[in-house]
């Protein structure tokens, strides 16, 4: 009777887990809501900021070394970097977006149960440290620039990919014409690739957040237990989806743990509890003896009842050396991102000059989901290859309502401060330009006053018939652009400063 109750409370807790994601998992898309009502009732609704990037750890520390100070306002990363010294890596078990969804898609690989023992070989190796430089090379290189970071942070993946995916969904067939696709993440179909061959693949080898927490989680306070009732039959270690528990079942290692409770629900023995105690570091049983690998020595047929952390290692000098490379390999990699020549876009208003922007710019796409007019677009290959997924605003689908229904909302929701508040006086992205050879009024003598009408400024002025833009008017929001009849529009919105300075 006992064992049945340990049973279905390992069930209850695996469930309690799920309804957890779930609920993160809604709370984190719930902004998008708003814009999918908005496309599809075209009625006014109130736009949230992102409930994710303010938490993001590796963000906060990139903006940091980027000296963005008012990173240092925002307490949310340092109150999860808190909770990781006392619940571990649970943020990436329970909370993760991107964890959640390789869940969900992981019952999809059902050939890894097939293969046991293969698989068992595989796990007997230690996880990759590759995530550990990949964070040294994205924060080192945040001293220059946050862009690399931007493109591994998997909270930033996340908010790209889900704002992309809307936007494709109900985008229009003209966004779907200029590169629709490209508002895929690549990345992100990767790492569902990998999820199939490996589970948890990204968060044990590869993410850059994972690494950030696994160095505090390894002093977790919330520790695995392993009682009495062990049979060293493994199935724990099986079941483990981290790696988290070495050859010698009884102990675990916190920096890949992220309590999942699938070695609780796997144990036949129901010896694995969950519960606080001390630094995980501790030894618990210092009378149990260790061999020189390592390994808890039991020949005296005890079997401790909370489980250790696999020992810290100190850091070596091929370590150091190696972290030092990875440092100076970020900061190369920035500079060389700027050799590759582009024209310069037309950007949201009060982006940073251009360099400085691309600098900045995470390409999280937050902006893109909260324009009313949709008239920012993710970038393609339009603006360089090392510009894809930034803010590009295309006239043609919506001009910038800024001032007349904006209230500067992609100033307010970006997480990096690449886009600055502006002074409706100084508003200005660019200068309208009429194409004669395709005008109707100049090319034909048609009597089309529609960028008239359109133009909020009173910059579009008709002579004879004819239209010229008064350049010292014109703010290049783009309704004229967008309100032209011809096919490809007559009248083009050119940047205002030409230089990528």
């Not at 008012?70 to 977006?97: D, K, M, Q, T, Y």
């Not at 059902?110 to 068992?120: A, D, I, L, P, V």
């Not at 290189?141 to 908010?159: E, M, N, R, T």
């Not at 004819?466 to 014109?474: I, L």
Request: glycine share 8%; hydrophobic share 40%.
């Amino acid at each position: 009777m006992a064992k049945s109750k340990l049973q279905s409370r390992g069930q209850s807790d695996r469930l309690a887990r799920r309804m957890v994601q779930w609920g993160f998992l809604f709370l984190f898309l719930f902004p998008l809501l708003p814009v999918i009502y908005r496309r599809i009732s075209s009625q006014f609704t109130i736009d949230y900021t992102s409930w994710l990037m303010p938490w993001d750890p590796l963000l906060a520390l990139g903006n940091l070394l980027n000296r963005n100070i008012s990173a240092l306002i925002i307490g949310a990363p340092l109150f999860l970097l808190a909770i990781s010294l006392i619940f571990g890596r649970s943020f990436c078990g329970w909370v993760c977006p991107i964890g959640t969804v390789m869940d969900l898609v992981q019952p999809l690989a059902f050939w890894h149960g097939k293969k046991t023992y293969k698989r068992n070989r595989v796990e007997n190796r230690r996880n990759s440290r590759l995530r550990y430089f990949l964070m040294v090379i994205v924060l080192g290189g945040s001293l220059l620039s946050i862009k690399l970071l931007g493109l591994l942070d998997p909270l930033v993946i996340f908010s790209r990919v889900s704002t992309a995916s809307v936007a494709n969904l109900l985008g229009s067939q003209q966004a779907f014409e200029r590169g629709g696709l490209n508002y895929f993440s690549l990345l992100f179909i990767v790492i569902l690739l990998l999820e199939f061959w490996q589970p948890r693949f990204w968060c044990r080898h590869l993410c850059p957040q994972g690494a950030l927490l696994s160095i505090v989680s390894r002093f977790s306070l919330f520790n695995r237990r392993v009682g009495m009732a062990c049979s060293n039959c493994n199935l724990c270690k099986r079941a483990c989806p981290m790696n988290a528990i070495p050859p010698d079942a009884h102990n675990t290692d916190y920096s890949d743990c992220t309590f999942c409770l699938e070695c609780e629900s796997a144990c036949p023995e129901n010896g694995i509890s969950f519960g606080f105690g001390g630094l995980a570091l501790a030894v618990w049983q210092p009378s149990l003896q260790k061999t020189p690998s390592g390994r808890i020595n039991r020949r005296q047929g005890k079997y401790i009842t909370s489980s250790p952390a696999i020992p810290g290692e100190g850091i070596s000098r091929r370590q150091f050396l190696q972290g030092m490379f990875a440092v100076a390999a970020g900061l190369v990699v920035m500079p060389i991102t700027h050799l590759e020549k582009h024209p310069v876009p037309l950007r949201p208003p009060g982006a940073l000059p251009e360099t400085k922007f691309q600098n900045v710019c995470i390409a999280c796409q937050e902006c893109i989901r909260v324009c009313p007019t949709h008239g920012l677009q993710a970038a393609f290959l339009q603006t360089g290859l090392t510009s894809i997924g930034m803010p590009v605003l295309v006239p043609r689908l919506g001009g910038c309502s800024l001032g007349i229904s904006c209230n500067h909302l992609c100033q307010q929701v970006c997480p990096v401060k690449a886009i600055q508040p502006v002074d409706q006086k100084e508003f200005k992205i660019g200068t309208a330009q009429v194409d004669h050879s395709l005008c109707l009024a100049w090319d034909q003598g048609v009597k089309c006053l529609v960028c008239v009408e359109a133009c909020q400024y009173h910059a579009a002025i008709p002579h004879q018939g004819r239209v010229t833009v008064n350049a010292d008017k014109c703010v290049g929001c783009g309704f004229c652009e967008s309100g032209c009849p011809v096919p490809g529009s007559a009248i083009h919105v050119s940047p205002e400063a030409p230089s990528t300075v």
